[in-house]
């Protein structure tokens, strides 16, 4: 099956531009998620959608950070405008549920989008 | 929230020798996965484990989880170039992904 698409792969701007971030899931899978990487960190998740739902966006910095999956499918995520501390790659994944435990996912990752603010 | 303390941050080994990095939780989780994310990559799930105790094997991977439901351990047998990667454990209280918290990697280099 194709994998989590992401683009742009890559995006440097100056600080106070704006960004956006498109991402194609796996086909079928109704959650996608939004994480931020920056580097020599593990991912943190910023906003999880359920179909075209928002199911927690508790750590999306909602000042200048948008996201959102209009129809149920692809999602794209905004930064305006950008800090020099979003420097980060920006990582989409999708999941469904397993069926040994119900209540786990396991996520595929997109390749990621790495951002540079200049 | 959730903190994990993954060791060591990074480790240089030869090749064809055996790997242990582990992960510790401040809580309990009922979910433990280790991804390995490879430059330019997202990361790639390896191994999951689901329950209390249990040892699991991908390969020349193994990864358990810990009786106590705070920590958990990866190991790599005989390391191959191929190897070479960042290795991150994450760890999930209910087993939502929701809760998932990464920890913050081993880096794995692997001399010829």
Same mark, same amino acid.
């Given at each position: 099956?194709?994998?989590?698409?992401?683009?742009?792969?890559?995006?440097?701007?100056?600080?106070?531009?704006?960004?956006?971030?498109?991402?194609?899931?796996?086909?079928?899978?109704?959650?996608?998620?939004?994480?931020?990487?920056?580097?020599?960190?593990?991912?943190?998740?910023?906003?999880?959608?359920?179909?075209?739902?928002?199911?927690?966006?508790? !750590?999306?910095? &909602?000042?200048?950070? $948008? #996201?959102?999956? /209009?129809?149920?499918?692809? %999602?794209?995520?905004?930064? !305006?405008?950008? &800090?020099?501390?979003? $420097? #980060?790659?920006? /990582?989409?994944?999708?999941? %469904?549920?397993?069926?040994?435990?119900?209540?786990?996912?396991?996520?595929?990752?997109?390749?990621?989008?790495?951002?540079?603010?200049? | 929230?959730?903190?994990?303390?993954?060791?060591?941050?990074?480790?240089?080994?030869?090749?064809?020798?055996?790997?242990?990095?582990?992960?510790?939780?401040?809580?309990?989780?009922?979910?433990?996965?280790?991804?390995?994310?490879?430059?330019?990559?997202?990361?790639?799930?390896?191994?999951?484990?689901?329950?209390?105790?249990?040892?699991?094997?991908?390969?020349?991977?193994?990864?358990?989880?810990?009786?106590?439901?705070?920590?958990?351990?990866?190991?790599?047998?005989?390391?191959?170039?191929?190897?070479?990667?960042?290795?991150?454990?994450?760890?999930?209280?209910?087993?939502?992904?929701?809760?998932?918290?990464?920890?913050?990697?081993?880096?794995?280099?692997?001399?010829?």
């Amino acid at each position: 099956e194709a994998g989590v698409a992401q683009s742009p792969r890559y995006k440097i701007i100056e600080k106070r531009q704006s960004v956006a971030f498109w991402c194609n899931p796996i086909s079928g899978h109704a959650t996608l998620y939004w994480y931020q990487q920056i580097l020599g960190q593990g991912p943190k998740l910023l906003i999880q959608f359920q179909n075209n739902g928002v199911v927690d966006d508790s !750590q999306l910095p &909602k000042d200048r950070f $948008s #996201a959102e999956r /209009l129809k149920g499918v692809d %999602s794209t995520l905004k930064i !305006q405008p950008a &800090k020099l501390e979003d $420097s #980060a790659v920006y /990582l989409c994944a999708s999941s %469904s549920p397993t069926t040994r435990n119900s209540g786990a996912n396991v996520l595929t990752f997109g390749a990621g989008s790495r951002l540079t603010v200049l | 929230g959730q903190q994990l303390n993954q060791s060591p941050q990074s480790m240089f080994i030869q090749e064809g020798e055996d790997v242990s990095m582990n992960c510790t939780s401040s809580s309990i989780f009922n979910t433990w996965l280790w991804y390995k994310q490879d430059p330019g990559e997202g990361p790639v799930l390896l191994i999951a484990l689901y329950k209390a105790g249990e040892l699991t094997s991908n390969g020349r991977l193994t990864a358990q989880f810990g009786t106590t439901r705070k920590d958990s351990f990866l190991n790599i047998s005989a390391s191959i170039p191929s190897d070479v990667g960042i290795y991150f454990c994450a760890g999930s209280p209910s087993g939502s992904a929701r809760q998932l918290t990464f920890g913050s990697g081993t880096q794995l280099t692997v001399l010829p």
